[in-house]
């Protein structure tokens, strides 16, 4: 190699862990990770809410390269995961900068490299600069009017507050996706009253969880790794393929609710009016139960304001409240970057993406050489494990890295026309996919798709099997810089 670059990665999540192991792995040794938390799990760490697990088999939803061979459950907890990943990262815990919180990074033209600005005032250098922050970071509340007035105890489910004692009060849970649909099931049996304030109603499937007993033999892993990616794959296809597989998924999902709920009354109000996969589908086995309680209720009218002691409905009813915990996901527009990445010219990414994030191959941006985004634009999936994915862009920053140290090349920039072509593509198969037939958070405030990649997990793999130097600008060596 004529050439060592110096790496930089943001987040310790299962992104930036992976790209961690897959340096060293490789023999790269030039590299930090900047954490701003102090400990490495990403959303494993900062989801705590009670019920908070995986709704993907753990044998899948772990690093190939590192399984673990004592899950003791099919579908691992939030406990379980956040001990695997600390566990994992123990081999390059000693590349990780805790408490340090990346408030810009600006690519210097003149010396073909990154200044990373942490907001201790420390600046960090790179020749690659990883954003592995993940689309999952920063919670979405809605804007209600009133939203400040309301007197009692009020958090989102992602930043839980476990000081604040449910029992025997009434609680108000704004939201229906996965992780309501976990902790829901755990709260209810505590609150006094809880009601669970609908949008729309999700399509939910039977979760075949199982408790595991003992340590998996390896080539047993193997297998069930195996066949969960294929179960995966032939679920993504369902979603994808047209109405009639998709009524399929709709008629599996509609004779679980008709078997868990049978007031009819409420298995109407509970009946999804969109497509299998137009928003995520579910996995659960106690959703509905918990929703059939006594002490439960469930409100499809629109939310029109929070008032100082509830919620009031479009209907005009209010809805008393103690304690309200928003259950209404993240906000993705920013896919979790820093405040402020400028690449060449002094444009920012946020400038370059004007609302709209994309990214080669959701890795490489025009006009930023030498960033990598991890689970980036058009990364995300509808019926698979995004492990799959993300150790695809893993290996492929290291690609990035040999090209470089290989070659001595000063930097790795995607031509504008292999992005815009790319995107192109992205745009027009999405607009005939199901994510395209209902509002989600899959989708912009204009209705393009950003976040959902349109195939299975092996086309992906096979388009990231190698980096294409060809699809890149012409660079500089370090000599000439």
């Given at each position: 190699m004529t050439a060592n670059p110096e790496v930089v990665v943001i987040g310790a999540g299962f992104g930036g862990l992976g790209v961690a192991l897959s340096l060293r792995r490789a023999g790269f040794e030039r590299f930090t990770v900047l954490e701003r938390a102090n400990e490495v799990g990403g959303v494993w760490r900062d989801n705590t809410y009670p019920g908070a697990a995986c709704d993907v088999p753990s044998s899948l939803y772990s690093y190939s390269f590192a399984p673990s061979t004592s899950w003791p459950r099919r579908y691992a907890a939030q406990p379980d995961i956040l001990r695997y990943l600390r566990d994992t990262a123990a081999v390059v815990r000693d590349r990780i900068r805790f408490g340090a919180e990346v408030?810009?990074?600006?690519?210097?033209?003149?010396?073909?490299?990154?200044?990373?600005?942490?907001?201790?005032?420390?600046?960090?250098?790179?020749?690659?600069?990883?954003?592995?922050?993940?689309?999952?970071?920063t919670p979405s509340i809605p804007a209600l009017p009133g939203l400040g007035?309301?007197?009692?105890?009020?958090?989102?489910?992602?930043?839980?507050?476990?000081?604040?004692?449910?029992?025997?009060?009434?609680?108000?849970?704004?939201?229906?996706?996965?992780?309501?649909?976990?902790?829901?099931?755990?709260?209810?049996?505590?609150?006094?009253?809880?009601?669970?304030?609908?949008?729309?109603?999700?399509h939910v499937l039977p979760k075949p969880d199982a408790r595991l007993s003992g340590r998996s033999h390896p080539t047993r892993l193997r297998a069930a790794r195996a066949g969960v990616w294929l179960a995966g794959e032939l679920l993504t296809g369902l979603l994808n393929a047209g109405r009639l597989s998709r009524r399929a998924?709709?008629?599996?999902?509609?004779?679980?609710?008709?078997?868990?709920?049978?007031?009819?009354?409420?298995?109407?109000?509970?009946?999804?009016?969109?497509?299998?996969?137009?928003?995520?589908?579910?996995?659960?086995?106690?959703?509905y139960p918990a929703l059939t309680r006594r002490n439960v209720g469930v409100v499809a009218e629109p939310i029109t304001e929070v008032t100082e002691h509830g919620l009031r409905?479009?209907?005009?009813?209010?809805?008393?409240?103690?304690?309200?915990?928003?259950?209404?996901?993240?906000?993705?527009?920013?896919?979790?970057?820093?405040?402020?990445?400028?690449?060449?010219?002094?444009?920012?990414?946020?400038?370059?993406?004007g609302g709209r994030p994309r990214a080669h191959l959701g890795l490489t941006v025009p006009g930023f050489p030498g960033l990598f985004l991890i689970y980036g634009?058009?990364?995300?999936?509808?019926?698979?494990?995004?492990?799959?994915?993300i150790e695809a862009q893993c290996r492929y920053v290291v690609s990035a890295v040999r090209h470089l140290a290989e070659t001595g090349a000063a930097t790795l920039e995607v031509r504008h026309d292999v992005a815009a072509a790319f995107d192109e593509e992205m745009t027009a198969r999405l607009t005939k996919s199901v994510w395209s037939t209902c509002s989600s958070w899959y989708r912009t405030s204009n209705g393009t798709i950003t976040t959902n990649w349109p195939g299975g997990t092996l086309e992906y793999l096979r388009r990231t099997a190698r980096l294409r130097t060809s699809d890149h600008e012409p660079a500089r060596t370090t000599a000439e810089v």
């Open positions: 408030v810009a990074a600006t690519f210097d033209e003149s010396r073909h490299r990154w200044s990373v600005a942490l907001a201790d005032g420390d600046v960090v250098e790179a020749d690659v600069l990883v954003c592995a922050t993940g689309q999952l970071t007035r309301f007197a009692g105890e009020v958090f989102h489910s992602a930043r839980w507050r476990h000081d604040v004692d449910l029992r025997g009060r009434r609680v108000a849970v704004v939201g229906t996706g996965a992780s309501a649909a976990q902790f829901v099931p755990e709260i209810a049996p505590l609150a006094g009253h809880l009601t669970v304030f609908q949008r729309s109603a999700p998924v709709a008629a599996v999902a509609a004779t679980h609710r008709r078997f868990q709920v049978r007031d009819a009354a409420l298995r109407a109000a509970l009946r999804p009016d969109t497509q299998p996969g137009c928003k995520r589908v579910l996995f659960s086995n106690d959703w409905t479009a209907d005009g009813r209010d809805h008393p409240a103690d304690v309200l915990i928003w259950g209404t996901g993240f906000a993705v527009s920013g896919f979790g970057t820093p405040a402020r990445i400028t690449g060449r010219n002094g444009r920012s990414l946020a400038e370059a993406w634009p058009n990364t995300n999936l509808g019926g698979n494990s995004v492990i799959t994915m």
